[in-house]
């Protein structure tokens, strides 16, 4: 475990240390100096109680996504769908918040959109899920046949009477319904968009992981990611597992409406948190399978895309992007749940003829 834990924090201190080298060398390119632009984009994130709640707000959808990611991985499964997970979720979510009474109160509109939103993400996973367990289909490439239908569902959804008169975005959701600024409790939060949809992220994270850590179902979950086979030898069921932990890491994914929706727009409109579902991607590789490193990949992410537009004027903004691919690629090569994953997936074909049957039939 040690060696494990010790390998893990030096793969993810590579990957920032290339990340810098990259950063350095894409601002020289652009002419500027690194410090002077580090030195902005610190100003523009951490540096005043306004970046602080900007960070914190980008982060909020990234964490949701994270922890989706990651409970996948823990599967060996890639979900690669949390982008259209979230589109769809953020549909639903908008389109129940919008037709729930004036006079819902809070205690009951909150749990209701919330809820709708972990079950519209996990139902759109559903698909690819019961694919992958029956017919062995794989959900890197039905996760992303799934992310562009869901593009598509919005357009037909807003033509068909969803949309807002004349406007491509769904009508406003009840007041109750939304989750408030944190300005209002936190003042130095003034003007930024962070929300209380944050601690309900970093709630569910943690809650996440004491489920996978201390329940049957959790623990089969991480059992059947390591050794499909020798779980399928000891009558775990294998194909249940694959289904439940894809479709958990969906609704998770949905969660993610809470931050864009429900704690930002109040609506929900076309493009709205596009990015945040490939963006888990990274903050799961990163976090390296622990609640506290997901909220610090969330964090640094966070950082990333609100330092974009601090640093806009003199360098492009794009390069946060750039950066975040080669944090991806980076702890990518080292991941030893990634490579382990990929390794069972070019190897099943290989298998036992009993052996492949117990796992895909």
């Not at 289909?137 to 969803?162: P, Q």
């Not at 579902?277 to 609640?291: C, K, P, S, Y």
Request: glycine share 12%.
């Amino acid at each position: 475990m040690k060696d494990e834990t010790r390998a893990s924090v030096l793969a993810t201190i590579t990957a920032l240390a290339v990340a810098l080298i990259a950063f350095d060398l894409l601002v020289w390119a652009y002419g500027e100096s690194p410090r002077a632009i580090v030195g902005e984009l610190f100003l523009g994130t951490w540096g005043t109680t306004y970046g602080i709640g900007q960070v914190l707000f980008k982060a909020t959808p990234l964490l949701f996504t994270g922890v989706a990611v990651d409970v996948g991985l823990r599967a060996g499964l890639f979900n690669i769908g949390a982008e259209g997970q979230l589109v769809v979720a953020s549909l639903a979510v908008g389109t129940v918040g919008a037709r729930l009474g004036a006079g819902t109160p809070a205690w009951v509109a909150l749990p209701v959109v919330t809820f709708a939103a972990f079950v519209a993400g996990g139902a759109w996973a559903a698909v690819p899920a019961v694919l992958r367990a029956r017919f062995g289909a794989h959900e890197v490439i039905s996760t992303i046949m799934m992310n562009r239908i869901a593009d598509a569902l919005v357009g037909v959804a807003f033509g068909y009477g969803l949309a807002q008169a004349g406007t491509m975005r769904t009508p406003d959701v009840v007041a109750a319904a939304r989750f408030p600024r944190l300005e209002g409790a936190l003042p130095a939060f003034r003007g930024s968009a962070v929300s209380f949809a944050l601690p309900l992220a970093v709630a569910a994270t943690f809650a996440t992981y004491w489920a996978l850590r201390r329940t049957r179902v959790g623990r089969e979950i991480g059992h059947v990611g390591m050794n499909p086979v020798a779980c399928a030898a000891e009558r775990i069921p294998v194909q249940r597992r694959l289904v439940q932990a894809l479709m958990l890491s969906g609704a998770i994914a949905g969660l993610a409406s809470a931050g864009t929706v429900l704690g930002y727009k109040g609506y929900y409109e076309s493009g709205l948190g596009a990015g945040a579902g490939f963006g888990g991607l990274a903050v799961a590789l990163l976090g390296r399978r622990n609640a506290v490193g997901l909220v610090l990949a969330a964090l640094f992410f966070g950082t990333l895309a609100q330092g974009g537009l601090a640093i806009n004027a003199r360098v492009p903004m794009e390069i946060m992007g750039i950066l975040q691919g080669v944090v991806i690629v980076a702890v990518a090569l080292a991941d030893v749940r990634v490579r382990a994953a990929l390794l069972r997936t070019a190897g099943r074909a290989s298998l036992p003829a009993a052996a492949r049957k117990a796992v895909t039939p």
